[in-house]
T-cell receptor
Framework: QKEVEQDPGPLSVPEGAIVSLNCTYSNSAFQYFMWYRQYSRKGPELLMYTYSSGNKEDGRFTAQVDKSSKYISLFIRDSQPSDSATYLCAMREDTGRRALTFGSGTRLQVQP | DAGVIQSPRHEVTEMGQEVTLRCKPISGHNSLFWYRQTMMRGLELLIYFNNNVPIDDSGMPEDRFSAKMPNASFSTLKIQPSEPRDSAVYFC??????????????FGPGTRLTVL
């Protein structure tokens, strides 16, 4: 079993829809949670960053972390065709080890 | 300001050949990470350096892989000899780590390696 599980999709939604992307994890020591967006043939870029549990909002994006359930989510409101990309969750422990453990990524397609 | 720079962007080689991938981290960053991305395994950490010193190389698949960071502005990942199963996209990322700060990792554009 992988440490981080993420549905690969693809997920296809119409423009303007609310998108929900999720990851589950098994390592209770994870404290930092991130969402990266990766466009085709590009490197991942950081979208959202959360420490421990709770919600964080940035424009159309909201990240939620539920450590009791080992479950994290990314919500995208008013989705746009430009949001079409692969979304990767990533996480790490609160130790000196800075390496990230990534989910496999969910491919999102927003139809105009 | 330039981001993480990787070269080459694409590499096609034959099995058994030596391959060298290069990375220039963001100026001022003190940590550098090498990742490999494949369809089957996703994005996996190979090795990371802090202040030019290798900290964790547990992800390096085997002795055919080696990485160096001779100074703060340059790192190489070498595969010798290369095999078809090494075909993947190799990413370099850098971050500024200060204490227990977040140390956001910034990724380069990747090198797409094909071993025939």
């Amino acid at each position: 079993q992988k440490e981080v599980e993420q549905d690969p999709g693809p997920l296809s939604v119409p423009e303007g829809a609310i998108v929900s992307l999720n990851c589950t994890y098994s390592n209770s020591a994870f404290q930092y949670f991130m969402w990266y967006r990766q466009y085709s043939r590009k490197g991942p870029e950081l979208l959202m960053y959360t420490y421990s549990s709770g919600n964080k909002e940035d424009g159309r994006f909201t990240a939620q972390v539920d450590k009791s359930s080992k479950y994290i989510s990314l919500f995208i409101r008013d989705s746009q065709p430009s949001d079409s990309a692969t979304y990767l969750c990533a996480m790490r422990e609160d130790t000196g080890r800075r390496a990230l453990t990534f989910g496999s990524g969910t491919r999102l397609q927003v139809q105009p | 300001d330039a981001g993480v720079i990787q070269s080459p962007r694409h590499e096609v080689t034959e099995m058994g050949q030596e391959v060298t991938l290069r990375c220039k981290p963001i100026s001022g960053h003190n940590s550098l990470f090498w990742y490999r991305q494949t369809m089957m395994r996703g994005l996996e950490l190979l090795i990371y350096f802090n202040n030019n010193v290798p900290i964790d190389d547990s992800g390096m698949p085997e002795d055919r892989f080696s990485a160096k960071m001779p100074n703060a502005s340059f790192s190489t990942l070498k595969i010798q000899p290369s095999e078809p199963r090494d075909s993947a996209v190799y990413f370099c990322a850098s971050s500024l780590v200060q204490g227990q700060g977040r140390g956001t990792q910034y990724f380069g554009p990747g090198t797409r390696l094909t071993v025939l």
